[in-house]
């Protein structure tokens, strides 16, 4: 195995011009740690705000703001390369998919914990498998957790064409719900479709909230949970009932 891989280092907080490809060392798993051979990486909103340093969204969380310098990245996906003392749920050449590094995983290799590694089936791709973690988790918090949505309940995901949207739309109709999904572009649309909302509204266009609520089965009055993915579309006049729920 190499010693040394490419990298994406972040030497000082800024803009993207700060993303430098460079190498470095290949980190060493110590005890209850997993070495992944990266063949794909997520990007996630998050790992723009690390990048932003003091000048972005997480200027008031500066614990959450990783050291100079770092490599970004919590989601990836590989096969294990080496694995720690005490490590017993993988084997090398597992594929696993991660949330979470303790390395970064916009890397050709990435040092992770073993609770941060995940099975991946052979029916999921690396690229399927790098956007599984923080998307995937976002959106079951959002649904299971806090949203405390039932199985047969209506759902309104707001801005269901992104990662976190297409994510819950595709848990809450595996669990029978309801799903109204909304995107700005008929590419979205379609993917948002292709995640089998049973409706799917256009949150660009005039009178979409009340279309969506008008798709809602017979004897409804609103939906019991909305996801919020795009509150910047969300018009002053909007109806209460929409934004409702027990989330």
């Known amino acids: 195995m190499a010693t040394v891989c490419r990298a994406v280092v972040v030497s000082e907080y800024g803009d993207a011009d ?11 798993p110590a005890e209850g740690q997993v ?44 096969v294990v ?5 005490g490590v017993t749920e ?13 390395s970064g995983t916009f890397a050709e290799y990435a040092l992770c914990t073993a609770g941060q590694c995940f099975a991946l089936p052979a029916a999921v791709s690396f690229a399927q498998g790098a956007g599984v973690g923080v998307p995937a988790a976002t959106a079951y918090r959002a649904l299971w957790q806090r949203g405390e949505l039932k ?28 799903v109204v ?23 660009k266009e005039e009178g979409y909230l009340e279309a969506a609520k008008a798709a809602l089965p017979e004897g409804s009055s ?4 909305v996801l919020e993915n795009a509150a910047q579309c969300v018009p002053a006049a909007a109806p209460c009932c929409l934004l409702s729920g027990h989330s």
């Not at 993988?90 to 303790?102: C, I, K, M, P, Q």
């Not at 209506?154 to 992104?162: D, E, K, N, P």
């Not at 609103?222 to 949970?225: A, H, S």
Request: hydrophobic share 45%; with cysteine; aromatic share 6%.
């Open 222 to 225: 609103g939906f019991d949970v």
């Open 90 to 102: 993988f084997a090398l050449g597992d594929r696993v998919y991660t949330n979470g590094s303790l």
């Open 35 to 78: 070495l992944i051979q990266v063949h794909a990486a997520g990007v996630n909103p998050s790992d723009t705000y690390q990048r932003l340093g003091p000048a972005g969204p997480w200027a008031a969380t500066p614990h959450l703001l990783p050291q100079l310098p770092y490599t970004p990245g919590k989601d990836g996906a590989g």
């Open 18 to 28: 700060q993303l430098k490809l460079t190498q470095k060392d290949v980190p060493t």
């Open 151 to 178: 199985p047969s309940e209506s759902l309104l995901v707001h801005g269901a064409s992104g990662a976190v949207g297409l994510a819950a739309v595709q848990m809450a109709v595996a669990k029978g719900c309801f």
């Open 181 to 203: 999904g909304s995107a700005g572009s008929p590419a979205g649309e379609a993917a948002v479709a292709a995640a089998g909302a049973q409706f799917i509204v256009n949150h």
């Open 81 to 85: 390369a080496a694995l720690g003392p």
